[in-house]
């Protein structure tokens, strides 16, 4: 666990917190993540991100022909938001993708950046160091022709991926997205929203504040496997569900994987569980956490629950004696 700059950070989440809570902030304001984290390629590992890359895709209803923006709040590496190491030296590279393959292609749905994780077409990529310009300010892709994007069935929208790697040094960069209809403001899409299926973040820096995830259950899972890693042992995790009121998975220690095995029931099938992650301290935290099925395939962590945040039923099985 590293203690950071506290009220610099409560102040960055005020700051965010002036936009409206819509589908397309990521993180969502109803996952409670202080930002999302991507490290320089030669930060230590111990520092919480496992591979110095995170993946995102944004959704877009495919019945929408308007233009949409990604928006990337503070993407430089040095200032008030970001965390530094020694000294601030830290390219992080944001790269746009779309058409066939951007999430059709296998490795761009893998927890690792191998092969050809960059499938699709590249649209635009650049390249942010310490920059006062957008130093606690958004950098604006755009605009975007929806069709531009891979079309996915099963989601029924057009989908472009946003991969963010840090390409040197050794700093942390907190960043946020969202998916708006302007260049210049945070307008939600109707209908949009974004998934990664590895989370890289930083939790809020407050004891006992509760972290949500929501990965997607799709009807062929029998079992998910949560992996979490460098959590310090310093947050507890349950699961929530239609069918789950809490049970307890595996936590990680300082720089390591820790993983534990769930089963899941046929009435969980089509809708999202809710991990929850509880911080037993005050201080902020970075980690890596993804969730994959029975045959290790990775599940997709949506913004905003698909079938909405899981509520526990309660079954009672009453039997009446003659």
Request: net charge neutral; with cysteine.
């Amino acid at each position: 666990m590293r203690a950071f700059r506290f009220f610099l950070l409560c102040g960055f989440l005020t700051l965010l917190c002036r936009c409206p809570a819509q589908a397309q902030a990521v993180p969502n304001p109803g996952e409670n993540i202080a930002s999302l984290v991507t490290f320089g390629a030669q930060a230590d590992k111990s520092w919480g991100d496992d591979d110095f890359t995170q993946t995102f895709f944004f959704l877009i209803p495919k019945a929408n022909r308007q233009p949409v923006y990604i928006r990337v709040f503070d993407p430089d590496c040095g200032g008030q938001f970001d965390e530094k190491r020694f000294n601030w030296n830290t390219t992080t590279e944001f790269s746009l993708y779309g058409g066939v393959g951007t999430h059709s292609g296998p490795d761009a749905r893998a927890t690792e950046p191998k092969g050809n994780f960059r499938s699709g077409t590249l649209l635009k990529q650049v390249k942010f160091g310490v920059d006062p310009k957008y130093d606690g300010k958004w950098y604006t892709f755009g605009p975007l022709n929806p069709l531009e994007g891979e079309l996915v069935p099963e989601f029924e929208g057009y989908v472009f991926k946003l991969i963010a790697q840090g390409k040197s040094g050794d700093d942390g960069n907190l960043y946020r997205y969202f998916l708006s209809t302007s260049p210049t403001e945070n307008v939600a899409v109707e209908g949009g929203n974004a998934f990664t299926y590895e989370y890289a973040f930083r939790l809020v820096p407050t004891k006992r504040a509760i972290t949500h995830l929501y990965p997607f259950v799709n009807d062929r899972v029998v079992s998910v496997r949560q992996s979490n890693f460098d959590l310090d042992g310093d947050v507890s995790i349950k699961i929530f569900s239609v069918a789950k009121n809490g049970h307890p998975a595996a936590v990680s220690q300082d720089n390591v994987w820790a993983r534990s095995v769930h089963p899941i029931s046929d009435k969980e099938h089509g809708l999202s569980l809710d991990m929850r992650l509880t911080s037993l301290t005050k201080e902020g935290n970075d980690l890596v956490f993804y969730v994959t099925d029975q045959y290790d395939v990775a599940l997709p962590f949506f913004a905003i629950p698909l079938g909405g945040p899981p509520r526990y039923r309660y079954d009672v099985d009453v039997k009446i004696r003659k």
